[in-house]
């Protein structure tokens, strides 16, 4: 079994788009740098995907235009740092990014990633954040 990453210049909705349908698990802009190229690698390998930080919040804006419909509520109410780290994928923050920002260890933040995905009923990052611009967590 293969996966793919796509690294590109090109920063057009409908090549994320073409290249997700196609199959690809990752898609970055060239200058991502490589502690993202890396963590989109993992995620590849690990059946997750990773997309472009710039890339992911401008999707999501689209998503959070208000014509969806209900939210599903989380299994478990989400704890105050579950809400920060929710509110800090949904602006595209990398684990690293997180870890810094909110001063805690990378394991942290995957423990806190593993619980919101089992809360929110998500398989990725990108199913986290978009649950967090449908909830009005984050602003569009």
């Known amino acids: ?14 090549y994320v788009h073409g290249a997700r349908k196609a199959g690809a698990r990752g898609f970055l802009l ?9 963590q989109a690698i993992h ?5 997750d995907a990773l997309i472009a930080p710039s890339i992911t919040a401008r999707l999501l804006a689209t998503f ?3 014509s969806v419909a209900p939210v ?4 478990e109410p989400l704890t105050d740092r579950e809400e920060e780290v929710l509110v800090t994928v949904a602006r595209g923050r990398t684990n690293a990014e997180i870890a810094d920002e909110l001063h805690i260890s990378l394991s942290t933040v995957k423990t806190h990633l593993a619980s919101l995905m089992r809360k929110l009923g998500a398989r990725n990052r990108v199913e986290i954040a978009m649950w967090a611009y449908e909830s009005d967590r984050v602003g569009g």
């Open 72 to 75: 599903a509520q989380p299994v």
């Open 43 to 47: 995620a590849a390998a690990n059946g």
């Open 64 to 66: 959070s235009n208000g």
């Open 1 to 14: 079994m293969s996966f793919v990453v796509v690294i590109t210049t090109f920063d057009l909705d409908e």
């Open 30 to 38: 060239k200058d991502a740098g490589p502690d993202l190229l890396v």
